[in-house]
């Protein structure tokens, strides 16, 4: 028997900013509100499935230097440069880190600044 994530947890200063704009990126839904300050939002079909919810709470503590784990995302249904414009259109913003100018990957960063990667699309497991 293993273990599978179930749900990330995120700390930010405006979940519902946050709540939206992720949303927004991974067409995931609000599932639910379990106190002041703190929206899980998740996949369409709810909990439980393979993919892990995400819960943001406040935290009004600044960011302090780059996050120690980081999303990677990977468009379902379009090229990458197509799925760039339009993470960029819902409020991303492109990072630099110091990744190579070749990168197959785009650095972005949510409305607070959280890092994530734009992938090319997989098309098989690693």
């Known amino acids: 028997m293993a273990c599978r994530i179930s749900e990330l947890v995120l700390k930010c200063?405006?979940?519902?900013v946050l709540a939206r704009f992720w949303c927004e990126v991974l067409d995931f839904v609000e599932l639910d509100r379990e106190a002041e300050g703190c929206i899980e939002i998740g996949p369409r079909e709810g909990f439980g499935g393979p993919q892990p919810t995400i819960f943001l709470i406040r935290n009004d503590?600044?960011?302090?230097?780059?996050?120690?784990?980081?999303?990677?995302v990977n468009a379902t249904d379009r090229d990458q440069d197509a799925e760039l414009e339009r993470l960029l259109a819902a409020g991303a913003k492109l990072v630099d880190i110091g990744q190579p100018a070749d990168a197959s990957w785009h650095v972005l960063a949510d409305p607070e600044g959280n890092e994530f990667c734009l992938l090319r699309r997989r098309l098989s497991p690693l």
């Open 61 to 72: 503590e600044p960011k302090n230097g780059p996050a120690r784990l980081h999303i990677d």
């Open 13 to 16: 200063r405006d979940p519902e």
